[in-house]
C-alpha cells in the first residue's frame, strides 16, 4: 500500500491509529508500521501501555466491579516509571 519513508510513521499518525489498532481494525501492514515505531519511541510505548491498561481496567470493573490487586500493583509501577521518565528527561 502507501509507501512509508525510512522513519516510518509519526508519533501523530500512531496517536489518530491507537484505538483502531487496539480494536484490532488496523490493516496488517499498518500495525506492523506502529510496531515498529513504539520500538524505536518510549514516549508512544507508554501512551499504548497506558491506553491498553486503562481499557483492561475498564473492562475488569464491569466484569469484577473491581480493580484486581495485581492489576493495580501494575498500573503503580507504571506510573512511578513514568515519573522517572520525566525525572530523567
Ligand atoms: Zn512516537
Known amino acids: ?9 509519526t508519533c501523530q499518525d500512531l496517536l489518530l491509529n491507537l484505538s483502531s489498532y487496539i480494536d484490532g481494525d488496523l490493516e ?9 515505531h513504539m520500538e524505536g519511541c518510549q ?5 499504548f501501555d497506558t491506553t491498553t491498561r486503562t481499557i483492561y481496567l475498564y ?13 493495580r500493583e501494575r498500573l503503580y509501577s ?3 516509571l513514568d515519573d522517572f521518565l520525566k525525572t530523567k528527561a
Open 59 to 71: 473492562q475488569s470493573r464491569i466484569e469484577r466491579d473491581e480493580i484486581p490487586p495485581e492489576v
Open 43 to 47: 514516549n508512544c510505548r507508554v501512551v
Open 78 to 80: 507504571k506510573l512511578n
Open 28 to 36: 496488517e501492514s499498518m500495525c506492523e508500521e506502529l510496531k515498529r
Open 1 to 9: 500500500m502507501i509507501h512509508t519513508h525510512e522513519n516510518g510513521i
